[in-house]
């Protein structure tokens, strides 16, 4: 057991640190030329127009790793890696409240992870350390955060809850369970969940990461390879593939299941560009863990997508950022089937949307990261 907490936790930080030297100075990656992948999308989809704003009053003090808006108000929750604390505030930044904070007891944290608003309107943010839900009432009209309780799971031994959501139709969870501890090959399983968040029926697999082997016990994600994604939006939960434009979609309360593709790309080719590039953009990643680059010289093809989001009917796609002055965005509209795009700046990450509006975390570096919001213009 404390074997396993280990690899856990040496996974964790790896996780963290990759996502901090994938921020490393984004102004200063040379532009070499533009990615002949990006290059076709912008030919072939209309373009949207976005205003890109920073929270003139947020302090600067605070780190933000995660943010979320409130529904049906003008407030957000952000979470603060300094303090591990969870923040109240406004679309300026103006701090209202503050819980939380570091420790082992109800409420503290050692880790933060994952944020989510459940149908109850609780707010339930993960301690990605001890894998514990600590859960907070949000009194938007006294603009206050107050502790609630806090659930901790109890999965089998090889199974980590990655995210839990509470629905109008009941608690859900998505497993990560390593299936294969000579590869560090991983499946991802969504289950209903019990009042402890603990798993009883299992409803999806879906595939696991592509890994890359640093020693005989440590796996990490392979940052070229296939992953899986996956967002919640009403009742509808949906994940996708990287390397695929091919979207799956499952009701969690008739069961009915769909799968649907709003354009269609081929293999998105390796390059040199591409190799150069993602090498300056992880350089000291590389340099300590020389697998990475192996991986990026080897590859054939490179992902699709970073990332998605869902919300009101509309998903919103991260194409992957391999080089070049700006990355783009996807915006679909289900009604309506447009596919447009946007222009954002190439470390957006962590976004959440509300409305015509993507909040999201500009990065450059561990102490130098800001809340910043896009405004679409249709």
Same mark, same amino acid.
């Given at each position: 057991m404390n074997f396993l907490k280990t690899i856990f936790a040496l996974s964790k930080l790896f996780f963290i640190f990759y996502f901090l030297l994938s921020c490393k100075g984004g102004g200063d990656i040379s532009v070499i030329s533009e990615d002949p992948f990006i290059r076709e999308i912008k030919d072939s989809t209309s373009e949207l127009n976005v205003e890109l704003g920073v929270f003139k009053n947020i302090s600067p003090e605070l780190v933000p790793i995660r943010i979320m808006p409130i529904p049906d108000s003008d407030f957000l929750v952000v979470l603060d890696y300094v303090t591990k604390s969870v923040v109240l505030v406004d679309k300026t930044g103006m701090e209202y409240s503050k819980?939380? @904070?570091?420790? /082992? @007891? %109800? @409420?503290?944290?050692?880790?933060?992870? /994952?944020?989510?608003?459940? $149908? =109850?309107g609780l707010l339930y943010v993960m301690d990605s350390y001890f894998r514990r839900y600590n859960i907070f009432e949000i009194d938007v009209e006294n603009t206050e955060l107050r502790y609630h309780t806090t659930i901790v799971p109890k999965p089998d031994l090889n199974f980590r809850l990655q995210e839990a959501y509470v629905t109008e139709s009941g608690r859900f969870g998505v497993f990560n369970q390593i299936t294969d501890y000579q590869t560090g090959e991983n499946?991802?399983?969504?289950?209903?969940? =019990?009042?402890?968040?603990? %798993?009883?029926? /299992?409803?999806?697999?879906m595939p696991g990461n592509d890994k890359l082997k640093l020693s005989q016990v440590f796996f990490i994600?392979?940052?070229?390879?296939?992953?899986?994604?996956?967002?919640l939006d009403g009742e509808w939960f949906y994940y996708i593939n990287s390397h695929s434009s091919v979207i799956k979609k499952y009701h969690l309360?008739?069961?009915?299941?769909? &799968?649907?593709?709003?354009? !269609?790309?081929? =293999? /998105?080719?390796?390059?040199?560009?591409?190799?150069?590039?993602?090498?300056?953009?992880? !350089?000291?990643?590389?340099?300590?863990?020389? %697998?990475? @680059?192996? $991986?990026?010289?080897?590859?054939? &093809?490179?992902p699709l997508f970073g990332g998605f989001i869902v919300q009101d009917n509309r998903i919103l796609f991260e194409m992957y950022y391999a080089g070049g002055e700006n990355n783009i965005f996807l915006l679909i509209d289900q009604s309506s089937e447009k596919v447009s795009f946007m222009e954002v700046p190439p470390f957006f990450r962590r976004y959440a949307m509300q409305g015509h509006v993507i909040y999201g975390l500009g990065n450059t570096g561990l102490h130098d990261r800001q809340i910043k919001f896009l405004n679409i213009y249709q």
């Open positions: 819980v939380g @904070g570091p420790g /082992r @007891g %109800p @409420g503290e944290f050692k880790g933060m992870g /994952r944020i989510h608003i459940g $149908a =109850d499946s991802y399983y969504l289950y209903t969940i =019990d009042e402890t968040f603990s %798993p009883i029926e /299992r409803l999806l697999e994600n392979n940052s070229v390879g296939q992953s899986t994604y996956w967002d309360k008739t069961g009915k299941f769909k &799968t649907i593709q709003y354009f !269609e790309f081929g =293999d /998105r080719k390796n390059s040199s560009y591409n190799i150069t590039s993602l090498n300056e953009i992880l !350089e000291r990643l590389i340099e300590t863990n020389p %697998p990475v @680059g192996e $991986a990026i010289e080897n590859s054939k &093809t490179l």
